[in-house]
């Protein structure tokens, strides 16, 4: 379990391995590819970032340029700017014939989707914010310049909320029983019930839940992985998604991250690198706001 600090946020990771990470460990299974078991090779040669990491990086780009304080107009034209220009940088990583549209376009406009590219996309978010409603309306934001469907909303907002939830010290039951309440996901059911049954399925309703419960019934960011690996389908999002919170809740291990660094260009890594130093200068602020407030 991670360290919680005075503020009452686990102390250790600030950068988005987490669902990087999950996003390569899951690639080589994407559609069933493997057998459904969590005794597999973390690592192959098809181990690669695709898409999900591409827009990651981008929203977490975006919400960089514009600060934490950024009205909604000013945040959905970054990240539009952001995906755009990260997008076609990187353009055959396994985009869906909507969205690749919707990044070529010089006007491009929501299209009403429900899928989970707005739940694996929108880590940032999860991490930058000092209050459970501001992560919820930037995860808002993020969504709704491609999936302004309201389950793509959800999902974006529910994967956030539990990042939030999980980096401010909170306990599994207390994060289940947060997503139920405010999502209404199923999460009575257990992984060994889903995994005979499960199938490809890229909607938020359809594998968003599922990612929520490879964490819940993890032991370590590496169980949550292999957990979401293991069920099939779209393990490359499903495993980002689950990733993102597991590395709030957990941590990442370190040999982990390198394995990470490795595999991402340097591009990639130098926002990273930005992410991390913008995220403790936040908390250093905060903590500094909170002693003056307790004299």
């Keep these: ?106 006007e491009p406009e929501p299209y009403g989707s429900f899928g989970n590219g707005s739940a694996m996309r929108v880590a940032a978010a999860g991490w930058l914010y000092d209050t459970l409603a501001r992560t919820r309306e930037v995860a808002r934001q993020t969504a709704v310049i491609t999936h302004n469907h309201a389950e793509g909303i959800k999902g974006a907002e529910a994967t956030a909320s539990a990042i939030f939830l999980s980096r401010g010290g909170k306990s599994k039951e207390e994060i289940k029983d947060y997503i139920v309440r405010e999502f209404g996901y199923d999460l009575s059911r257990t992984l060994d019930e889903i995994r005979p049954f499960y199938a490809m399925d890229a909607t938020c309703q359809g594998s968003v839940p599922e990612a929520i ?32 919170i597991a590395e709030a809740f957990y941590g990442v291990p370190e040999e982990l991250k390198a394995e990470c660094r490795r595999r991402l260009p340097q591009e990639m890594l130098a926002v990273l690198a930005a992410f991390d130093e913008a995220r403790q200068l936040s908390s250093c602020s905060t903590g500094q706001e909170r002693s003056r407030a307790s004299m």
């Excluded at 992985?225 to 779209?234: F, K």
């Design 1 to 106: 379990m991670k360290v919680v600090g005075t503020n009452g946020e686990r102390k250790g990771d600030r950068l988005m391995y987490g669902a990087i990470l999950g996003d390569m460990i899951g690639s080589p299974y994407e559609f069933d590819r493997g057998a459904k078991t969590k005794d597999f090779p973390l690592f192959s040669q098809g181990s690669r970032f695709t898409d999900d990491t591409v827009m990651t990086i981008a929203v977490a780009d975006a919400l960089l340029e514009v600060g934490e304080e950024a009205d909604e107009a000013a945040v959905c034209a970054a990240v539009v700017r952001a995906m755009q220009r990260w997008g076609r940088r990187y353009p055959r990583v396994g985009y869906g014939g909507l969205f690749r549209r919707w990044l070529a376009s010089d």
């Design 213 to 244: 419960l490879s964490f819940l019934e993890s032991t370590d960011f590496e169980d949550t992985v292999r957990n979401a690996v293991s069920i099939g389908g779209d393990t490359d999002t499903v495993a980002c998604i689950a990733g993102s």
